[in-house]
């Protein structure tokens, strides 16, 4: 069975820091690989998918995240934080197209001043 | 852009009563979706639905639980006899353009409707 870990429920950064949230997955073939925010009292808004063959993958906001394989992992990273990057963000797996989305427990990213 | 609409935005219903979310999923997409997130708790995957039948469902979506297509557009989820459990946001969501049925699509997700059972 699929899973998505995050590690880290709770992530503070500074305005301007290195924004890096965890996500591991499992899976016993190569998955579809997302992350989606969301903001307070808002719906899923898909921030990247991850695309076979592409091992560093660009999304909207200036985030981007890599894959890799031997790691099982999809780690989101953006270079600068904005105060408005503050939001929940969640990692999702998937087997196929139209099929289920396994999503992790989310972290929650809050940027200071 | 192309988005998924849900109506109510939030529904206050009475245990035992029946509730019907709706959702109008993106026009050309094939498969629709719901899935639920309790307060402070993961998003869940509830029902898949494809070719007016469901194609995949969770363990959460049992005999209380049913989707439906009544129209073109429309998709809807209906709790018959809501508990306080079933209190949650739930969101609808789809997926996989018919034009273009092979790639590696994301699923669109609505601003939810957040059920709370009283």
């Known amino acids: 069975a699929q899973s998505v870990t995050q590690l880290g429920s709770h992530v503070s950064v500074s305005e301007g820091a290195l924004v890096l949230l965890r996500c591991n997955y499992s899976?016993?073939?190569?998955?579809?690989l997302f992350w989606y925010v969301q903001y307070p009292n808002q719906g899923l808004q898909l921030l990247l998918k991850y695309t076979t063959g592409a091992t560093l993958v660009k999304g909207i906001n200036g985030f981007e995240a890599e894959f890799k394989k031997s790691e099982t992992s999809f780690h989101l990273t953006k270079p600068s934080a904005h105060m408005s990057d503050a939001a929940e963000y969640f990692c999702a797996v998937s087997l196929q197209a139209g099929t289920a989305l396994i999503f992790g427990k989310g972290t929650t990213l809050s940027v200071s001043s | 852009e192309p988005e998924v609409t849900q109506t109510p935005s939030h529904q206050v219903t009475q245990m035992g009563q029946e509730v019907i979310l709706r959702c109008v999923p993106i026009s050309n997409h094939l498969y629709f979706y719901w899935y639920r997130q309790i307060l402070g708790q993961k998003v869940e995957f509830l029902v898949s639905?494809?070719?007016?039948?469901?194609?995949?469902k969770s363990e959460i979506f049992d005999d209380q639980f049913s989707v439906e297509r009544p129209d073109g557009s429309n998709f809807t989820l209906k709790i018959r006899s809501t508990k306080l459990e079933d209190s949650a946001m739930y969101f609808c969501?789809?997926?996989?353009?018919?034009?273009?049925?092979?790639?590696?699509?994301?699923?669109?997700f609505g601003d939810g409707t957040r059920l709370s059972i009283l």
């Open positions: 639905f494809y070719n007016n039948e469901i194609s995949e």
């Open positions: 969501a789809s997926s996989v353009d018919r034009d273009s049925p092979y790639s590696n699509q994301p699923q669109h």
């Open positions: 899976s016993s073939v190569p998955p579809y």
